[in-house]
């Protein structure tokens, strides 16, 4: 049976009662404290604006999972309670726990079932549970992550339980009257702690705690809506939602960036709840070493899939599924997403195309086995979706893990655009070929600057993005950033990085101009060359006096290597910007020397000593424009 609620705002409860038999003898926990239980729910989330209802209950025995009515279950039997479990609702397992008030599976773990003694159903323990449920961590949480000043400060996302405005709590119900904390401990620091007891995920007595903070509040909606909205609206419960139930986004824009912190969309990215037995997972950091990103690409949160879960098999795939897109036939929309995909485990990333209502999934960018070497590395993808919008459709990353614990894949940043394209005038977004002269015995640990140059051939504004490096537009002395931002024809750039801290090691910039990429490479100098031998470069300026500013020619053609793991299946059309464009060098030019006139013969005598005496000074080095 598949539970549909008749509001959108409402959550069915499932209670799973321990007793004698499957009829109810001798069960645990009476229907005036069932019901309590759900009043208990609908006191505490009111804040959310959700309600709850009793659906139905059922009676387990010991036959169906072990010892469950023997008094003091070992909720590590809860796994057999998974046949039992009703999709759509919330559920919940009443019985004698053995030394816990209550128990429940943490939102990345696909499972809607908490558990709960039958004593605390009248008390905020139930309500305590379903926040775990929907991925809160109690207020004292790790508080030995560094002092009171940390965990509460503008960096206290990274630390405790990671939402900045709870009161970091000590941990000790004796410190607590009821809910009025009572003690005077400190902190490592000597800082004193200030805990509210009345937060429902702290450690005030649970006939007492009422309330969560605005920011676990926030925190909730975003599961609720992202993992968990199958217990929210009404669409049919049996498949996954698709363009025939969902609101069409047709909007320029929508962005997503897996932030716990931000406002949740309403309509945006969700979990493949009917399917999946496992959910990608919101947090700052994967807990695996040697494998995963280590920081989000940017903000708070991102997505990864935590291969080294015990829920989590050989071969098994995990969906994040989009709202439904319908753009005018007249415009252009592409995706673009940050991935990381670190560790000897490491299996596939694939995003997916669906015009048929999910009928069917089709393959328009694929990545197989580690793509990084550390956790602090993510790369830029860049995804044509010109041909799709005609008609609804909708997208899906697919992860898949091939087994073993070095395997944890991480998704951020998430963008799908669109803009109107002009019927008179074909758009270009093709720029003339920019070729960057690899450095080589550059300084060790010095910015390196690139040659001035100018963005043309193309007639509408392009994005720009950059890895590893910084820009500068203008040219503006020490003004450069690394944030993504559109330019024009016309617009001129400068890039610079820091050199290798290690000698002859390479350093290299990526950038990324619509779907083309450019490399800005140096490459530090020997052990045995001495620092006058170094290169040394100079920044580009905005302005220079009596000198030819016309820019570079830029002749060499750019050579395309396809990706190998690009999956051919797609349209040919289709485009990923994950292609390596790689500028052949140019040489240096070198200065003429004016001289007056005389034979061809005396001439190239005068300049190639020129040039000799140039090449021989060391005690002033010639300024290079890279």
């Given at each position: 049976?598949?539970?549909?609620?008749?509001?959108?705002?409402?959550?069915?409860?499932?209670?799973?009662?321990?007793?004698?038999?499957?009829?109810?003898?001798?069960?645990?926990?009476?229907?005036?404290?069932?019901?309590?239980?759900?009043?208990?729910?609908?006191?505490?989330?009111?804040?959310?604006?959700?309600?709850?209802?009793?659906?139905?209950?059922?009676?387990?025995?010991?036959?169906?999972?072990?010892?469950?009515?023997?008094?003091?279950?070992?909720?590590?039997?809860?796994?057999?309670?998974?046949?039992?479990?009703?999709?759509?609702?919330?559920?919940?397992?009443?019985?004698?726990?053995?030394?816990?008030?209550?128990?429940?599976?943490?939102?990345?773990?696909?499972?809607?079932?908490?558990?709960?003694?039958?004593?605390?159903?009248?008390?905020?323990?139930?309500?305590?549970?379903?926040?775990?449920?929907?991925?809160?961590?109690?207020?004292?949480?790790?508080?030995?992550?560094?002092?009171?000043?940390?965990?509460?400060?503008?960096?206290?996302?990274?630390?405790?339980?990671?939402?900045?405005?709870?009161?970091?709590?000590?941990?000790?119900?004796?410190?607590?009257?009821?809910?009025?904390?009572?003690?005077?401990?400190?902190?490592?620091?000597?800082?004193?702690?200030?805990?509210?007891?009345?937060?429902?995920?702290?450690?005030?007595?649970?006939?007492?705690?009422?309330?969560?903070?605005?920011?676990?509040?926030?925190?909730?909606?975003?599961?609720?809506?992202?993992?968990?909205?199958?217990?929210?609206?009404?669409?049919?419960?049996?498949?996954?939602?698709?363009?025939?139930?969902?609101?069409?986004?047709?909007?320029?824009?929508?962005?997503?960036?897996?932030?716990?912190?931000?406002?949740?969309?309403?309509?945006?990215?969700?979990?493949?709840?009917?399917?999946?037995?496992?959910?990608?997972?919101?947090?700052?950091?994967?807990?695996?070493?040697?494998?995963?990103?280590?920081?989000?690409q940017e903000g708070h949160t991102f997505l990864h899939i935590d291969a080294s879960h015990e829920?989590?098999?050989?071969?098994?795939?995990?969906?994040?599924?989009?709202?439904?897109?319908?753009?005018?036939?007249?415009?252009?929309?592409?995706?673009?997403?940050?991935?990381?995909?670190?560790?000897?485990?490491?299996?596939?990333?694939?995003?997916?195309?669906?015009?048929?209502?999910?009928?069917?999934?089709?393959?328009?960018?694929?990545?197989?086995?580690?793509?990084?070497?550390?956790?602090?590395?993510?790369?830029?993808?860049?995804?044509?979706?010109?041909?799709?919008?005609?008609?609804?459709?909708?997208?899906?990353?697919?992860?898949?893990?091939?087994?073993?614990?070095?395997?944890?894949?991480?998704?951020?940043?998430?963008?799908?655009?669109?803009?109107?394209?002009?019927?008179?005038?074909?758009?270009?977004?093709?720029?003339?070929?920019?070729?960057?002269?690899?450095?080589?015995?550059?300084?060790?640990?010095?910015?390196?600057?690139?040659?001035?140059?100018?963005?043309?051939?193309?007639?509408?504004?392009?994005?720009?993005?950059?890895?590893?490096?910084?820009?500068?537009?203008?040219?503006?002395?020490?003004?450069?950033?690394?944030?993504?931002?559109?330019?024009?024809?016309?617009?001129?750039?400068?890039?610079?990085?820091?050199?290798?801290?290690?000698?002859?090691?390479?350093?290299?910039?990526?950038?990324?101009?619509?779907?083309?990429?450019f490399y800005f490479v140096s490459t530090t100098r020997s052990s045995t060359q001495t620092n006058?031998?170094?290169?040394?470069?100079?920044?580009?300026?905005?302005?220079?006096?009596?000198?030819?500013?016309?820019?570079?020619?830029?002749?060499?053609?750019?050579?395309?290597?396809?990706?190998?793991?690009?999956?051919?299946?797609?349209?040919?059309?289709?485009?990923?910007?994950?292609?390596?464009?790689?500028?052949?060098?140019?040489?240096?030019?070198?200065?003429?020397?004016?001289?007056?006139?005389?034979?061809?013969?005396?001439?190239?005598?005068?300049?190639?000593?020129?040039?000799?005496?140039?090449?021989?000074?060391?005690?002033?080095?010639?300024?290079?424009?890279?």
């Amino acid at each position: 049976m598949i539970f549909i609620p008749a509001n959108a705002n409402e959550i069915g409860v499932y209670y799973l009662i321990s007793a004698e038999n499957n009829n109810g003898q001798g069960a645990s926990a009476t229907d005036a404290q069932l019901a309590s239980g759900i009043e208990q729910l609908n006191h505490d989330y009111a804040s959310l604006d959700i309600s709850f209802f009793l659906l139905d209950k059922i009676y387990l025995t010991n036959d169906d999972v072990t010892g469950i009515h023997a008094g003091k279950w070992d909720t590590d039997n809860e796994e057999q309670v998974r046949p039992f479990i009703r999709y759509g609702a919330l559920n919940v397992v009443v019985a004698d726990l053995d030394g816990k008030n209550g128990h429940a599976y943490w939102n990345y773990e696909a499972t809607d079932l908490i558990e709960v003694e039958p004593e605390d159903l009248a008390t905020s323990t139930i309500s305590h549970e379903f926040a775990h449920n929907l991925g809160l961590l109690h207020t004292y949480q790790s508080i030995d992550d560094g002092p009171i000043t940390l965990l509460e400060g503008v960096d206290g996302w990274q630390y405790g339980d990671k939402v900045i405005d709870t009161a970091v709590d000590p941990g000790e119900r004796g410190y607590y009257n009821d809910c009025l904390y009572s003690a005077s401990a400190v902190d490592e620091a000597g800082n004193a702690y200030h805990p509210d007891g009345f937060n429902i995920m702290g450690k005030g007595q649970n006939t007492c705690r009422n309330r969560f903070s605005e920011g676990q509040i926030k925190r909730m909606k975003r599961v609720l809506l992202s993992d968990k909205f199958h217990l929210l609206n009404s669409f049919d419960m049996a498949a996954n939602p698709t363009c025939s139930e969902l609101s069409i986004q047709t909007g320029n824009n929508l962005l997503e960036g897996f932030n716990y912190n931000e406002t949740p969309v309403s309509n945006s990215w969700r979990q493949d709840s009917y399917l999946d037995d496992f959910n990608w997972k919101y947090y700052n950091y994967t807990s695996t070493s040697a494998t995963g990103a280590s920081a989000p690409q940017e903000g708070h949160t991102f997505l990864h899939i935590d291969a080294s879960h015990e829920l989590v098999s050989a071969n098994d795939s995990i969906n994040l599924i989009s709202p439904c897109f319908t753009f005018a036939a007249s415009s252009t929309a592409e995706m673009t997403f940050y991935y990381s995909m670190y560790g000897a485990d490491t299996g596939s990333l694939k995003v997916q195309v669906s015009q048929d209502n999910g009928g069917s999934w089709q393959n328009i960018w694929h990545k197989s086995g580690q793509q990084h070497t550390s956790g602090t590395s993510w790369s830029l993808a860049t995804i044509s979706l010109a041909q799709y919008t005609a008609s609804p459709f909708q997208l899906r990353f697919s992860g898949q893990v091939i087994g073993g614990s070095k395997g944890d894949i991480s998704l951020d940043n998430v963008s799908v655009t669109t803009s109107q394209v002009s019927t008179d005038v074909e758009l270009d977004r093709l720029v003339d070929d920019i070729s960057f002269a690899d450095q080589s015995a550059v300084e060790l640990d010095v910015l390196v600057y690139s040659q001035r140059f100018v963005i043309s051939g193309i007639n509408t504004e392009i994005n720009l993005s950059i890895e590893n490096g910084e820009y500068s537009v203008d040219c503006q002395t020490d003004v450069y950033a690394s944030q993504r931002l559109t330019v024009k024809h016309g617009d001129t750039l400068c890039l610079r990085h820091n050199s290798a801290s290690g000698y002859q090691e390479q350093v290299t910039t990526v950038l990324t101009l619509a779907e083309q990429k450019f490399y800005f490479v140096s490459t530090t100098r020997s052990s045995t060359q001495t620092n006058a031998e170094a290169v040394t470069t100079v920044e580009p300026v905005t302005t220079i006096a009596a000198t030819n500013t016309s820019e570079p020619v830029t002749s060499p053609v750019p050579i395309i290597t396809a990706d190998a793991t690009t999956e051919t299946s797609a349209a040919a059309d289709v485009i990923a910007s994950d292609a390596v464009i790689a500028a052949i060098p140019q040489s240096g030019a070198v200065d003429t020397v004016q001289e007056p006139k005389s034979s061809a013969g005396a001439m190239m005598c005068l300049l190639l000593f020129g040039l000799v005496v140039r090449l021989n000074r060391k005690t002033k080095p010639v300024p290079l424009y890279l």
